[in-house]
């Protein structure tokens, strides 16, 4: 997406928040193999063209919701003991985004994500392992320091935010997406921070 259709826009700064998913992804195959291009079967076709759907219907998204639930859910869904994934795979491609960045002028910067335990219910996925989360965090910070690039710690700042349970309800569903209010606590804090990255002179 950074390299075919972001950098047509000639950005002065892009950001990325590591997804949740590279956790999950790395936990349960150990590679990023099971996200590469393969053979669609009609299961893939089948989800596929309920999830167009579903984004103009909302019956279509009850329909899929029934349906999809009724698969076997893919490998890469089951994560092994806690903190026991391999990030370097994930480490690697956060350098290769930073040069990327760099190569077509503009800064990268890197964003922790959160994920609250406290809000658990039936949407959150199986392979929501806070230790795994923690540990790509960490790697997420380690990179930054090591390339010389800019970091915004979301997580640490929303664990300072997150003190109780109400506050978590209010801010989050499913542990790891957030609601309306949760996206403008978000939002501020992200452009705040980018103030002053936004006025160095290497922006």
Not at 21 to 34: F, K, Q, R
Not at 105 to 129: M, R
Not at 189 to 197: D, G, T, V
Request: proline fraction near 5%; charged fraction near 20%; include cysteine.
């Amino acid at each position: 997406m950074l390299f075919n259709h972001v950098v047509q826009d000639k950005p002065d700064v892009v950001l990325l928040m590591h997804a949740i998913n590279d956790s999950g992804v790395l936990g349960g195959s150990g590679s990023y193999g099971s996200r590469m291009r393969e053979e669609a079967g009609i299961v893939q076709i089948l989800k596929s063209c309920l999830q167009l759907a579903s984004i103009r219907s909302s019956v279509f998204g009850l329909f899929r919701r029934v349906v999809t639930s009724s698969f076997e859910q893919p490998s890469w869904n089951t994560v092994g003991d806690p903190g026991s994934v391999d990030v370097a795979p994930f480490a690697t491609r956060l350098r290769v985004f930073v040069d990327m960045c760099r190569s077509f002028g503009a800064v990268p910067v890197l964003v922790t994500q959160p994920l609250v335990t406290l809000s658990e219910n039936e949407l959150t996925p199986s392979w929501a392992n806070p230790s795994n989360q923690s540990i790509f965090n960490g790697s997420m910070r380690n990179v930054a320091d090591t390339t010389g690039c800019d970091l915004i710690d979301l997580a640490e700042f929303i664990k300072g935010q997150v003190t109780d349970l109400e506050k978590v309800e209010e801010m989050f569903y499913a542990g790891m997406h957030v609601t309306d209010f949760g996206s403008t606590v978000y939002a501020e804090f992200l452009a705040k921070s980018l103030i002053p990255i936004l006025q160095s002179p290497d922006s």
